[in-house]
């Protein structure tokens, strides 16, 4: 098992025709994902290597049956992108797109939900179920199969995450980067859930920044709750105040959103924040290799 | 983009929400015949920080002399490290009572918020700080926008002035539209006054645009330059680089923003002093690289650059190529160690090899790398002026 994605991903590719969207689809390809579709308008009928190309979600979804989509489209176009794969029925939306503006995000967000699909990003690398499937920009070579679940704001950052992990010779369930943007679909929390309920995820890393409560809220989640070990990070910890890092989410504004509250709500929760990516691969170690709790 | 107060008053004042008669001076004269006109004002320093009257930066005039010369003292002065341009002369107001009030984003619950306080005048949050419960929140579906019986409950709970209620309830109104029509991701007026004869206007206000979405506010996009105070910071944005300047010597590339943040963390943790953040971005091509060295190179402190590339979308061998084409076309005096991981780092490598550029393993072995090099060269100078 995994959570998210598996071999039964019947995926379908939004903007397969641009130059990210290409260059993307064939590495997802590469990877054993099942890409049943892409969408770019007035290019249907057509074949992007090997791939079929429609008009509209609607149309391929249909047609292909492709269960989820993920999202290449420029900024001004995607928020629409994902409002027209979640009126197709599409139930997983993952949308790579960075600088799309808030409020258009707000209205996706909206849509999608009220109609039961559920967003990943935006501004987010995808996901990754290691030797099942791939959706989004990870790189294919760095995964490995196991039983660790990486959840993260970031994208490269994962990838060092995930390294770091298959550097050790551990693998993981399912990858997962849930975006740097200020309103992205899918949080800390729902994706500690999907993870606590995956009987193939044994221990879960959790990658935060500076910006925002998703951290906090996820470290009260995990306080109430008996699941699996966690290990955090949040990097930005030397940021200063009141300048966006990068990311629109990355901001310490108003008093919210700094690293010390994000520290030390994961430390009263029982969750070990390390300092390092190289000193989370350590205590993710150590957990795997102590005997199983009773 | 934070915009200025008389640039979010006039969006506001556009939107049909009263705020003081007023206009910009740049010179003391300017201000004496604006002074004219209006009668008494108070002269208010256009810059982005907060506190500007404790600083010094709002002042009374009751004539047009004393206009002039209040206005000599706050043109060029220094305000928390910025210069005074412009300053916004305003008819003065009686005020009775002052509110606050706001919209901002809710990220845990995906949409925007109407924040309403009878404590207006003062630091909003100071205010949620000390006293949440003296602010009222209403939540905006994005759909329905922000719905009329939402204001007056709001209205109600926060005790708002009755007799001014519908006046009230209009500004709000205004100020709701303004923020839905401009992208802000903050709108709010501070205070929010009721004057002694009963009417409602904005006497301050702030609004912060969302920098994603100045692509559909082509008439906004003019005040950038006046929204960024750094030169090297608003140069890199105009480039499409986020870019902020931190105080130490080691110049930082990278291509992600979570990525380059922990660099900065390492950096400090060897005991090394960033001198910036800069991301990349994803799909990062050689061009771009260029760019990144020459921004990063235009801060005199910096004495020595480390990149580190992990790639997703961006693929090594375009980064390694951008440096060597870096390298060939700019005069670079600093020393540069690079990381280079992920997508095409094989191809990276080959790219680089026989350049000066040599990957080094992880970014704490580029820093020491660059932190010795630096101290070589450092060493090297004293020598030679001994």
Not at chain 2, 246 to 252: H, K
């Amino acid at each position: 098992m995994a959570i998210l994605i598996d071999e039964n991903t019947r995926l379908l590719v939004q903007g397969i025709t641009g130059r990210e969207g290409s260059f993307h689809t064939a590495q997802m390809k590469a990877y054993g994902t099942n890409v049943v579709a892409g969408v770019t308008p007035l290019k249907g009928g057509s074949e992007a290597d090997g791939t079929p190309v429609f008009d509209t979600v609607e149309k391929a979804a249909r047609e292909t049956g492709a269960n989820c989509s993920v999202i290449f489209v420029p900024p001004a176009g995607a928020a629409d992108a994902i409002m027209e794969a979640a009126d197709a029925g599409i139930p997983l939306i993952v949308t790579i797109t960075e600088n799309i503006p808030v409020h258009a995000t707000a209205h996706a967000y909206e849509y999608a939900t009220l109609r039961g699909s559920r967003i990943i990003g935006p501004n987010c690398p995808g996901l990754v179920s290691s030797g099942k499937a791939k959706v989004g920009i990870m790189p294919n070579q760095l995964f490995k199969q196991g039983h660790v679940g990486v959840v993260s704001r970031s994208g490269t950052l994962t990838y060092e995450m995930v390294n770091e992990l298959t550097g050790r010779g551990i693998g993981q369930s399912t990858t997962v980067g849930i975006g740097g943007d200020p309103i992205i679909g899918t949080s800390f929390t729902d994706t500690l859930k999907f993870f606590d309920a995956d009987p193939d995820t044994h221990a879960i890393v959790l990658i935060g920044e500076i910006g925002g409560r998703d951290e906090e809220e996820a470290a009260h989640y995990i306080a109430g709750r008996r699941g699996k070990p966690v290990v955090a990070f949040i990097s930005g910890r030397t940021a200063p105040p009141g300048k966006r890092m990068g990311h629109a989410g990355a901001i310490i504004t108003g008093g919210e959103g700094g690293p010390d509250a994000k520290v030390k709500a994961f430390q009263a929760a029982g969750v070990p924040v390390a300092d390092t990516i190289g000193e989370i691969g350590e205590k993710i170690a150590e957990i795997l290799a102590a005997p199983a709790r009773s | 983009m934070k915009l200025q107060e008389y640039v979010s008053k006039d969006l506001l004042r556009q939107a049909g929400v009263p705020v003081p008669p007023g206009e910009v001076a740049e010179t003391p004269e300017q201000a004496e015949a604006i002074a004219r006109r209006l009668g008494p004002v108070a002269v208010k320093a256009q810059v982005l920080v907060g506190g500007r009257g404790k600083a010094g930066g709002i002042k009374l005039a009751n004539t047009p002399e004393e206009a002039r010369q209040v206005a000599s003292q706050i043109l060029g002065m220094d305000l928390k490290g910025l210069t005074v341009e412009k300053v916004l002369v305003e008819q003065q107001v009686k005020i009775a009572r002052e509110y606050y009030a706001g919209l901002t984003l809710d990220r845990s619950k995906h949409c925007f918020v109407l924040m309403l306080s009878s404590m207006g005048g003062v630091d909003i949050e100071e205010v949620a700080a000390t006293n949440p419960d003296a602010i009222v929140k209403r939540w905006i579906d994005p759909a329905f926008g922000l719905l009329g019986f939402q204001i007056r409950d709001a209205m109600f709970d926060a005790g708002f002035d009755q007799d001014a209620f519908k006046d009230l309830q209009k500004i709000l109104a205004g100020l709701y539209r303004v923020m839905e029509d401009n992208d802000a991701m903050l709108a709010e007026i501070n205070p929010l006054a009721v004057t002694d004869d009963g009417r409602a206007m904005a006497t301050d206000a702030k609004i912060d645009i969302d920098d994603k979405a100045l692509y559909r506010h082509p008439a906004l996009a003019q005040f950038q330059s006046e929204s960024i105070d750094d030169p090297i910071e608003l140069f890199a944005t105009q480039e499409g680089l986020p870019y902020v300047k931190l105080d130490g010597n080691i110049g930082v590339i990278g291509n992600g923003a979570g990525l380059v943040m922990m660099t900065l963390d390492i950096i400090k943790q060897v005991g090394g002093s960033p001198a910036n953040f800069l991301d990349i971005g994803g799909g990062a091509r050689a061009e771009i690289v260029r760019k990144a060295i020459e921004i990063v190179l235009m801060n005199p402190a910096v004495e020595g650059i480390v990149m580190n590339i992990f790639g997703g979308i961006t693929r090594g061998d375009e980064v390694a190529r951008g440096l060597l084409e870096a390298a060939s076309t700019m005069d670079i005096r600093v020393p540069i160690a690079i990381r280079l991981a992920g997508t095409r780092e094989a191809e990276g490598r080959e790219v680089l090899k026989g350049s000066q550029f040599t990957p080094e393993p992880d970014v704490a072995a580029a820093t020491k790398e660059v932190m010795k090099q630096i101290a070589e060269r450092r060493q090297a100078t004293a020598g030679s002026h001994a």
